[in-house]
């Protein structure tokens, strides 16, 4: 730390977050819960997308006791779109233990914050600064990305260890004093200046600081090794419709990727292929077949794999038979569930 002069590194920080800082709803007070859900809806989103959510979720549950006590379903629809919704479950499991546990308060105390479901080390370090102003490092990728360029740091921020030195950096480097602009000028800075590709170094405020831009070599700078590559699935995605004009739609498993959603049934083209589908839908649901039709296909890219859905709309003669996890439902009565972003594009094609 000899290379960097930290209260003047403090207060250049500080000074341009208190000018320059974007208006944000969920900034508008430190109460630790508006902290905590925007903090959540951040991961994995960029601030643009999270915005009109965070609005319409705190006109639905404005209060920790409103969230706990909210059906599950109600939650994941408000989600909807949002992507990652063990987030939305792993939240509102954690709301209520606040409720319960210690009284509607969300706990300052750092273990009980962290004992939280879905409470990682960087939300943990962000409620805690932000919204109780204590001076506990807050590491995300942005944050990361910043001080590997300030000190030169050349460690690969893709290992899990690598934040460990991060966050000892940012215990030494943090403001005593204002902890809450410190960590969040630190984001914002990552967020509008010092980008991951073309930083806008001429305009940085801690330029002075930056070892990284003395020593030119910002842009190789931070170093982070490419991950494995990802896979794909491709499916048939089943839009059945019965002859009153309803459809079938299915609640994914309770566990596991969009878990509890609601989706067009489903299944692996290695499992059944093009000339056995409609024999497989005979059986399965116990019905005749009256015409199958291609719509458009839907590609969905998550974080570590791609789905490919070929999607059929399938309109059936008789009854229907249905699993425990499915339901009959109008075209209408099918917003009113929570579905996959996929699921939503395979929706508006009808």
Same mark, same amino acid.
């Given at each position: 730390?000899?290379?960097?002069?930290?209260?003047?590194?403090?207060?250049?920080?500080?000074?341009?977050?208190?000018?320059?800082?974007?208006?944000?709803?969920?900034?508008?007070?430190?109460?630790?819960?508006?902290?905590?859900?925007?903090?959540?809806?951040?991961?994995?989103?960029?601030?643009?997308?999270?915005?009109?959510?965070?609005?319409?979720?705190?006109?639905?549950?404005?209060?920790?006791?409103?969230?706990?006590?909210?059906?599950?379903?109600?939650?994941?629809?408000?989600?909807?779109?949002?992507?990652?919704?063990?987030?939305?479950?792993?939240?509102?499991?954690?709301?209520?233990?606040?409720?319960?546990?210690?009284?509607?308060?969300?706990?300052?105390?750092?273990?009980?914050?962290?004992?939280?479901?879905?409470?990682?080390?960087?939300?943990?370090?962000?409620?805690?600064?932000?919204?109780?102003?204590?001076?506990?490092?807050?590491?995300?990728?942005?944050?990361?990305?910043?001080?590997?360029?300030?000190?030169?740091?050349?460690?690969?921020?893709?290992?899990?260890?690598?934040?460990?030195?991060?966050?000892?950096?940012?215990?030494?480097?943090?403001?005593?004093?204002?902890?809450?602009?410190?960590?969040?000028?630190?984001?914002?800075?990552?967020?509008?200046?010092?980008?991951?590709?073309?930083?806008?170094?001429?305009?940085?405020?801690?330029?002075?600081?930056?070892?990284?831009? @003395?020593?030119?070599?910002?842009?190789?700078?931070?170093?982070?090794?490419?991950?494995?590559?990802?896979?794909? @699935?491709?499916?048939?995605?089943?839009?059945?419709?019965?002859?009153?004009?309803?459809?079938?739609?299915?609640?994914?498993?309770?566990?596991?990727?969009?878990?509890?959603?609601?989706?067009?049934?489903?299944?692996?083209?290695?499992?059944?292929?093009? $000339? @056995?589908?409609?024999?497989?839908?005979?059986?399965?649901?116990?019905?005749?077949?009256?015409?199958?039709?291609?719509?458009?296909?839907?590609?969905?890219?998550?974080?570590?794999?791609?789905?490919?859905?070929?999607?059929?709309?399938?309109?059936?003669?008789?009854?229907?038979?249905? $699993?425990?996890?499915?339901?009959?439902?109008?075209?209408?009565?099918?917003?009113?569930?929570?579905?996959?972003?996929?699921?939503?594009?395979?929706?508006?094609?009808?």
């Amino acid at each position: 730390m000899s290379t960097i002069n930290i209260p003047q590194f403090q207060a250049d920080l500080i000074t341009w977050f208190e000018n320059e800082q974007r208006i944000l709803p969920w900034r508008e007070n430190q109460d630790p819960y508006r902290v905590w859900v925007s903090e959540i809806m951040l991961q994995q989103t960029k601030v643009d997308t999270v915005i009109p959510y965070f609005q319409n979720f705190m006109e639905h549950f404005p209060t920790l006791e409103a969230l706990a006590n909210a059906d599950q379903q109600e939650v994941l629809k408000a989600w909807e779109g949002l992507g990652y919704y063990s987030r939305a479950r792993n939240l509102q499991s954690a709301v209520q233990e606040v409720v319960e546990q210690y009284e509607a308060n969300v706990p300052n105390d750092p273990k009980q914050l962290g004992d939280l479901k879905g409470v990682g080390p960087y939300t943990k370090g962000a409620i805690l600064s932000i919204a109780f102003d204590q001076p506990e490092p807050a590491v995300d990728g942005n944050v990361m990305r910043v001080l590997s360029r300030i000190l030169r740091i050349e460690e690969d921020i893709a290992k899990a260890k690598t934040r460990n030195t991060f966050e000892a950096v940012v215990r030494e480097l943090i403001s005593q004093d204002n902890p809450s602009a410190f960590n969040q000028g630190m984001m914002e800075l990552g967020a509008l200046v010092c980008t991951p590709k073309s930083p806008s170094c001429l305009l940085c405020p801690v330029q002075a600081h930056c070892v990284a831009y @003395h020593d030119g070599v910002e842009q190789t700078l931070p170093i982070k090794k490419k991950k494995t590559k990802k896979s794909s @699935h491709t499916y048939f995605a089943l839009v059945i419709r019965d002859d009153a004009g309803n459809f079938i739609i299915e609640q994914r498993p309770e566990q596991g990727l969009l878990a509890q959603l609601w989706q067009f049934p489903m299944v692996r083209i290695d499992e059944v292929d093009e $000339n @056995h589908l409609s024999v497989y839908i005979q059986e399965k649901y116990q019905t005749d077949i009256h015409t199958i039709e291609t719509l458009e296909q839907v590609k969905h890219v998550f974080s570590h794999l791609t789905w490919f859905l070929n999607v059929k709309l399938i309109q059936v003669k008789g009854e229907i038979q249905l $699993n425990e996890n499915m339901k009959q439902v109008s075209k209408a009565e099918i917003s009113k569930y929570p579905l996959p972003v996929s699921h939503q594009n395979i929706y508006k094609q009808l």
